[in-house]
Nanobody, 121 residues
Framework: QLQLVESGGGLVQPGGSLRLSCSAS????????IGWVRQAPGKEREGVSC????????MYADSVKGRFFVSRDNAKNTVYLRMNNLKPEDTAVYYC??????????????WGQGTQVTVSS
């Protein structure tokens, strides 16, 4: 059974940091580009970041550039999203997704259940 599991979410004050992790069971992450997508209450899903299979290429939404950093450790079958200088508008459920790298975007076939990130004082 193919499964993606996110962890590392929680409550953090504005300006704080979190690191999300995405691990897989039933398949190896290095066969896929991996992305992070978030959804805030009442808003559409927003692609946050994506990393290519090798980790050599990354993409970021303009809203998180310079604050969020995606990386992968294929030996550990894990992808990370380091989030710095968090803002209240970063509050959302963050989903890990696996799929394909395309020009200017990633397309996803598999999704995790999500982890809640809340930025509040």
């Amino acid at each position: 059974q193919l499964q993606l599991v996110e962890s590392g979410g929680g409550l953090v004050q504005p300006g704080g940091s979190l690191r999300l992790s995405c691990s897989a069971s039933g398949f190896t992450l290095d066969d896929h580009a991996i992305g992070w997508v978030r959804q805030a209450p009442g808003k559409e899903r927003e692609g946050v970041s994506c990393i290519s299979r090798s980790g050599g290429s990354t993409m970021y939404a303009d809203s998180v550039k310079g604050r969020f950093f995606v990386s992968r450790d294929n030996a550990k079958n894990t992808v990370y999203l380091r989030m710095n200088n968090l803002k209240p508008e970063d509050t959302a459920v963050y989903y890990c997704a696996a799929g394909s790298w395309r020009v200017g975007r990633c397309e996803y076939d598999y999704w995790g259940q999500g982890t809640q990130v809340t930025v509040s004082s």
